[in-house]
Each structure stands twice: as C-alpha cells, then as structure tokens.
C-alpha cells in the first residue's frame, strides 16, 4: 500500500546544530513530495516541494531537501537551526491514483535546545 | 487579514449532538480541504472540493458532510457527534491539485 513514513516522531537539536529529518514514501512511480511545517497553533506552512528536476530543492526559512529516487527518501535539512524552527514537519506525496490528493505522514516534532 | 479563517476555533459539544464548522477564504481558490489531525496519525482527507459544485469524499468521510455554499465558503457538519471525532480540524485551499495548499488555523473540537 502507498504510505509515507516519518520514522522519527521527536528529535531534539541544539540550537546552531545542522538538522536531518527523514521522509520515506512508497509508491511505484516517483510521486510529487512536500515538505510542510506546523508551529505551535496554527496551520500547516509549505517549506519547499519536488515535482521532477534537481533533486536538491531550496525551500522558506533556510530549508532544503534532496530526493534520492534509489531510498525513495526526501529528507529534510537545515545547515544552522534557530529556536524559532522548533515545530511539527510533515512529509506529504502527491498521489494520482483514483483521485488526487496528498498524503501526510505522521509528522515529526522538532525540539530546539539552547 | 488571515487568507483562510476557521470558525469556531475551540469547540466543545457532547455525545449526538449536530455540529458545523465553518470555513473562509480569501485566496479565489476553487479548490477546498478539509482535514482532521489526530496525534500519531498525522493529516487525513475527509471531503474536498474542486468547485461549488464538485465535491468528493476523501479517506474518512463517514460521520461527517459538508456544504460548499460559495466558492469562498466550505463547512463540515458532524451530524451526530461520536467521543472519536474529537480532533484537531483543518481547512485548506489551493488554486491547483499539486498547489501549495493554504491552512486555516484549525479548529479543536472535543466531544464527550
């Protein structure tokens, strides 16, 4: 079945330190992957998207991420993390079976330490 | 102003009882979403709209319905409320199917 794994569900980061978070998917053709951010009470904010192209994509607030169709990954990065990205991410794919729509993963929640 | 406003924020109602939430936006989108979040589970589909007059069940539509009463205006109702419907809810639009998708703030909804 498609589903896109967030195996991380918390992480903690100094601040300054560089940042991974891991976004697994399955599916059989290279899906459409987005990269959303959740602060606390408010709603989902797109960081950065991969539809076909450079697989490194540059996203808001600093973020990157790499899709790697061998890992069928699209991990997130951030080379110096602030205390201000402390927040829920969610990976989602874009599938086009039956009906269009995207698929969030179950979020990971990122920890900022001083 | 907000590009997409959720009504009411917080809500607390008991076992049967009829619900609506409501949705705003201000994008001129044709496109509407509605999600609930639940801790562990992240976002799931209930209800999407192309247009007014296109709507579609997503993954977990049973329990609830929805109203597309304008292109700017998208409501679920959760006819008998039921404890597992209490969620985090979110309404979203875009102007395209792989768009980036615009979310309202939320609304909590707690049934008990």
């Known amino acids: 079945a498609q589903s896109v794994t967030q195996p991380d569900i918390h992480i903690t980061v100094s601040e300054g330190a560089s940042l991974e978070l891991r976004c697994n998917y399955s599916y059989g053709a290279t899906p459409y992957l987005f990269w959303y951010v959740q602060s606390p009470g408010q709603g989902l904010q797109l960081l950065l998207k991969?539809?076909?192209?450079?697989?490194l994509v540059q996203g808001i607030k600093g973020f990157e991420a790499e899709f790697k169709r061998s890992q069928s990954s699209f991990n997130l990065r951030k080379p110096s993390v602030h205390w201000s990205d402390a927040a829920e991410y969610f990976c989602?794919?874009?599938?086009?079976?039956?009906?269009?729509?995207?698929?969030f993963g179950t979020g990971t929640r990122l920890l900022v330490s001083p | 102003d907000a590009d997409v406003t959720q009504t009411p924020r917080n809500r607390i109602t008991k076992t049967g009882k009829r619900i609506m939430l409501e949705c705003s936006q201000t994008k001129g989108h044709d496109r509407m979403y509605w999600y609930r979040q639940d801790p562990g589970l992240g976002l799931r589909l209930i209800y999407y709209s192309f247009d007014v007059k296109d709507i579609n069940k997503g993954e977990i539509s049973d329990g609830y319905s929805v109203s597309r009463q304008a292109q700017a205006k998208f409501s679920l109702s959760l006819e008998s409320a039921i404890p597992n419907q209490t969620a985090l809810y979110f309404c979203?639009?875009?102007?395209?199917?792989?768009?980036?998708?615009?979310f309202g703030p939320g609304t909590r909804l707690t049934v008990t």
């Open positions: 979203a639009t875009s102007e395209g199917v792989w768009s980036e998708q615009y």
């Open positions: 991969y539809f076909s192209g450079d697989t």
């Open positions: 989602a794919v874009g599938l086009n079976t039956g009906f269009q729509k995207l698929v």
